[in-house]
T-cell receptor, first 115, second 114 residues
Framework: AQTVTQSQPEMSVQEAETVTLSCTYD???????LFWYKQPPSRQMILVIR??????QNATENRFSVNFQKAAKSFSLKISDSQLGDTAMYFC????????????FGGGTRLMVKP | DTEVTQTPKHLVMGMTNKKSLKCEQH?????MYWYKQKAKKPPELMFV???????INESVPSRFSPECPNSSLLNLHLHALQPEDSALYLC?????????????FGSGTQLSVL
């Protein structure tokens, strides 16, 4: 079984600054994928970024980037130039390579961006 | 149209009621999912439909009954629920069940069982 741990229940950051959210996972699989999802007050889960475990290069999507450390089983999310609209719950998620799109989520980090 | 639409947005029901949650997408996706999310917790997978057939049931109690009448529609029928079933029920879809297929989520139905 896989477990995903987010050690920061809540974080805050000033608008325009950079913040890093932590995520660690435990698995014996070699073929897997990692994701960060955002859940704003609208409740809709929105994919922020994803990383294939076999790729060494860290994924980036505009202001969002990850630091993927496979040996340490760590997958942190960096948000640059934070905006008020980034205020949301952020979930780290794990998926086995042949698991048919079944996600295992971490407990979440509530991020507040302050003006 | 890149939306997953869920109705109703809010639902209050008694333990003896029968109700249904509805989920609709018009993106041509062939995989659809039900997740349950308790307050301040992450979503947990309940069911997966692939090509209108139930492919995964995560040991969900029989008081929850999913139905996929066609490729665009997914229902969740509720009967004899318990107060602990109160939660946000999220529907999602993807092109198919492949690992790299992006999941599109709806905004959920907030269910309260009295």
């Amino acid at each position: 079984a896989q477990t995903v741990t987010q050690s920061q229940p809540e974080m805050s950051v000033q608008e325009a600054e950079t913040v890093t959210l932590s995520c660690t996972y435990d698995t014996s699989e070699n073929n897997y994928y990692l994701f960060w999802y955002k859940q704003p007050p609208s409740r809709q889960m929105i994919l922020v970024i994803r990383q294939e475990a076999y790729k060494q290069q860290n994924a980036t999507e505009n202001r969002f980037s990850v630091n993927f450390q496979k040996a340490a089983k760590s997958f942190s999310l960096k948000i640059s130039d934070s905006q008020l609209g980034d205020t949301a719950m952020y979930f780290c998620a794990f998926m086995r390579g042949n698991a048919g799109n079944m996600l295992t989520f971490g407990g979440g980090t509530r991020l507040m961006v302050k003006p | 149209d890149t939306e997953v639409t869920q109705t109703p947005k809010h639902l209050v029901m008694g333990m003896t009621n029968k109700k249904s949650l509805k989920c609709e997408q018009h993106m041509g996706h062939r995989a659809m999912y039900w997740y349950k999310q308790k307050a301040k917790k992450p979503p947990e997978l309940m069911f997966v439909y692939s090509y209108e057939k139930l492919s995964i049931n995560e040991s969900v109690p029989s008081r929850f009954s999913p139905e996929c009448p066609n490729s665009s529609l997914l229902n969740l029928h509720l009967h004899a629920l318990q107060p602990e079933d109160s939660a946000l029920y999220l529907c999602a879809s993807s092109q198919d069940q492949g690992a790299l297929e992006k999941l599109f989520f709806g905004s959920g139905t907030q269910l309260s069982v009295l």
